[in-house]
């Protein structure tokens, strides 16, 4: 431009600031041959809004002559950067107030939980607006004072369409929906949020036939509206009606028919959430990764992998809720070939820094046993959380090396990451496994008294179990008096614990209780009647053994058949109790009489009874 005036330099700095290239319009501010009060303003407002506080201040300082718009910004920017005494200061040195500057520093205080402070100040103010009564409803009902709420929105001189909305809001989040409802039918003018706050509050009250029908009668139809319907129906278990709006109703989109798929998955009617998947015509992220997590939670892992090699097919990129959802499904896969391969897929597209896909990463390494390569990502995160350090920490614990989960362990407690429940389930379990008594009672007190964790279910189990590995048997039972003493019903868990132990050392008497006990919850539990036989006839109890298997025989209790498994050379192989089907079926018979000969000779040197205890237990495993 051959000429500029201050209107146009102002313009400029104006839209630097708009565009966010601040160092522009400090740099034009600066140059300005000539400046009036709106420059000033301008850069006020601008700095303020990236954060540059100082810069803020020293720009007001040293204006000559300010007008009302001048401190309104400084008292805005003060509020909108977090400092709202410095806001209170400016606007208790202001010279002339007008409305605005009331409302920005009551505002102010309401946002910030003061509310008793923006009573006072809203009580000083002479002339108020709409604005200044529509803030402080909204205050009072953010502060649940409802009540107080409703008495000063009934004193407002005007109301508008905002405060009718703020308070029918205010009654939707206090559960009172029958009192939005009827401040709603008594509103004289409607916009769409009244439509919005009435049909969010019929929904979660579970009228959803009233919030469809206030839904039909809509001015302008509201997509969002109407999948927070649908999500109604979903909440209150409804997924069959939900489905048959959205197929019989034009208003829904990709939102509606992923929450029907979520829906059927959370029922367990995984052929219905499948089926609605396929007949959607257009597919997102999202929906595929719900498939996929959906399918992992109801036991269909690796159909959910057939998903995920889909979604790639189709050039639909995988994010970070997706890979979470595909190494969760690995971790439970008796292979670590497709873990490894979306691994490295991870690290193609540069989602592996990401903390929840290397949590996840981490933890499936654990589960499949593989600890070196768990080890290796957790040593590789530039950061840990919570998360990271449980997986690392029972994955250890769960592959019996107790001394290295402790080990973690104490280089977690020197971080600031602090310790939760699963975290001491991870450590309780190390020292069972590492033979440590006097650090599990140490590690037990210190969550209780240090960290202030109420033990759970898990816990009792994993210190019960360390005691009673190691013979501890009396005081295992002296810890379930405490348990009992704290107010805690002893879980089934517990008492299988110590019935385990009981078992490896012959306590016959603790046993029995024990067992009883846990029938009494799980009477089905073919287990317990088995061992409990066995633990019969080792001490010559045999007449007490057929009891037990007439009862489990009354009872119609049959002993599941076992199933493991094993990889070799890439390639899974199933084993099932009393099926001979297996090609190979001979020769691994043979190969295990020879590691039971082997057994018997150089290890264990058993009794008798011990003999044919492992013969039987062969012969239940392969026929």
Known sequence: MPQRNTVTWNTMIRGYFQNGFFDKAISSFNQMPERDIFSYNTAIAGLMQCGDVNGAREV?????????????????????NGLINEAIRVFDDMPLRDVVSWNLVIGGLVTCQRIDLAEEYFKKMNDRDVASWTIMVSGLVRAARIVEARELFEEMPVKDVQAWNVMIAGYVENGDFDMAEDLYQRMPVRDLDSWKQLINGLVYSGKIDAAIKKFMEMPEKCQK????????????????????????????????????????????????AVKVFELMNNRDTTVWNVMIFGLGENDRGEDGLK??????????????????????????????????????????TGLNCLIAISNAMVTMYARCGNMQSALQEFSSMPIHDVISWNSIICGFAHHGDGKKALEMFERMRLTDVKPNHITFVGVLSACSHAGLVDQGRYYFDYMKNKCFLQPTSEHYTCFVDLLGRFGLIDEAMSFLDQIRT?????????????????????????????????LEVEPSNSGIYLILAEMYLSSGRKEDAEKIWARMKGNGIKKQPGCSWIEINNSGKVFLSGDRSHPEFRRICFLLNLLHAEMETKILKPSTASSEEIQISFDGCYG
């Open 60 to 80: 007001f300082d040293g204006m000559v002559h300010r007008d009302v718009v001048t401190w309104n910004s400084m008292i805005s920017g003060y509020i909108r």
């Open 307 to 348: 998903y995920f090699i889909r979604m790639k097919a189709m050039c639909q990129s995988p994010d970070q809720a997706t890979f979470t959802s595909v190494f969760t499904i690995c971790s439970d896969l008796p292979t670590l070939d497709l873990g490894k391969q979306t691994h490295a897929q991870t690290i193609k």
């Open 225 to 272: 509206t109407w999948n927070l319907i649908i999500l109604g129906f979903i909440r209150h278990g409804l997924i069959k009606e939900a489905h048959a709006y959205i197929e019989k109703c034009p208003y829904s989109n990709i939102v509606s028919w992923t929450n029907v798929i979520v829906g059927y998955f959370e029922i367990g009617e995984v052929r219905n």
């Open 486 to 518: 704290d107010g805690v019903e002893v879980p089934p868990s517990v008492w299988g614990a110590l019935f385990g132990a009981c078992r490896i050392h012959k306590n016959i008497k603790v046993g029995e209780i024990a067992g009883e006990r846990i």
